[in-house]
């Protein structure tokens, strides 16, 4: 996972000036997805939310699709977001312990005004569905954001987010 942009030493002012302009370039250039966006307020969902316990009592309730808000996600928007599919090289890494397996999920990007959130849902040109991890690490080059990282969950054909309308 990366996490920062790691500098020998302090660069130009210029760079970091132009840093959040290059990043949008970028970005722009990455492949449209599909993006909901998960509920986080409104109404509670009336078919699955129970008031005693506080909680979604079924994750697969076609009504909120498990998140427990009416709905579910905002409606659907076209963003730019680069995904990059694990590869055999960034598995495996030398440490000072020995050579060790290292868990790379499939990570996404995008610039800092799209405001991805955890378990946000995205849909690839190919019609994949992953939902956003807990983490969304937002990079940034001296106090000015750059990027969004963030792990995504690609999800199983038979998963409720499939059952979330796409158009
Ligand atoms: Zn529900």
Redo the contacts with the bound molecule.
């Keep these: 996972m990366v996490t920062g942009i790691k500098y020998a030493k302090t660069p130009p002012q210029k760079y970091i000036d132009q840093a959040p302009r290059q990043t949008e370039w970028l970005a722009e250039a990455q492949p449209s997805v599909k993006l909901r966006r998960i509920l986080t307020s409104g109404t509670r969902?009336p078919?699955?939310?129970d008031n005693v316990t506080q909680s979604?009592n079924?994750p697969n309730?076609l009504?909120?699709y498990?998140t427990?808000w009416s709905g579910g996600y905002a409606a659907q928007e076209s963003v730019k977001v680069g995904i990059s599919q694990p590869n055999m090289v960034d598995q495996k890494a030398w440490t000072a312990i020995g050579f060790i397996q290292v868990e790379m999920g499939i990570v996404g990007w995008c610039a800092p005004s799209v405001n991805i959130k955890p378990r946000d849902m995205i849909v690839d040109g190919g019609g994949k569905r992953y939902v956003v991890a807990e983490q969304v690490n937002n990079v940034g080059l001296l106090g000015t954001a750059v990027r969004q990282y963030f792990e995504l969950e690609e999800r199983e054909i038979d998963d409720i987010t499939y059952s979330v309308p796409i158009t």
């Design positions: 969902c078919d699955c939310w979604c079924n309730c009504t909120c498990g427990g």
